[in-house]
């Protein structure tokens, strides 16, 4: 099962590919709330409506709320699970971990992520806000887990919101990293989300 979307600006359009492996029976998504992954578990829900997705967020800075809340309006009430971070885990270690776990233990054999490429340094003012690594996990097989928007910057993942029709979501999303509740609107990842509407020529809109 695949499907092959374009999103982003004329100057700079990419293709995403959505895909499920024929052989995979117990798909897991991960969500935290926030809009790169809000978007992709929306497509995944428009374009495979017969797979019983399971849903995971990390219990850490107030993701079960902003998660629950977006399941609630795409009227998901079932399969979100909840999972605990042991006090001490590096924030880059977290999703890989619940990951690899759920895998070891059988309750998924495929996981979506909605990691993705970071801007260049310098591409927008972080205000002294170092960037985050985002890289693939290298202890979970390729065979094992999809990043659909790996190649992809946060501007094609916004367009795709709008090009798919999601953008009722916006509002209720989570990006900032410096609150539990609502945006400080300086920090790296408010930043990145300022510069994603402003390269699709729309008004920045930060969530809660």
Known sequence: MEITLECGPLNDTKEVLLKIPDDAKKIGIMHSGGLDSTVLLALFLKYFPTVDFTIFTANKVGAPTFSTNILRLLGIEK??????????????????????????????????????SAPPDGTFNSNGFAAPTRKSPTDIPRSKCCAPFRPLFKYHILDLCFREGFEHLIPFTHTCTEQDDGYCGICWFCNERKWAFEMLGKEPNLGI
């Open 79 to 116: 399969n979100h699970v909840i999972v605990d971070v042991p006090q001490g885990t590096h924030h880059t270690r977290v999703v890989p971990n619940i990951m690899k776990s759920q895998l070891d233990l059988g309750n998924v054999d495929y996981f979506l992520t909605a990691v993705n």
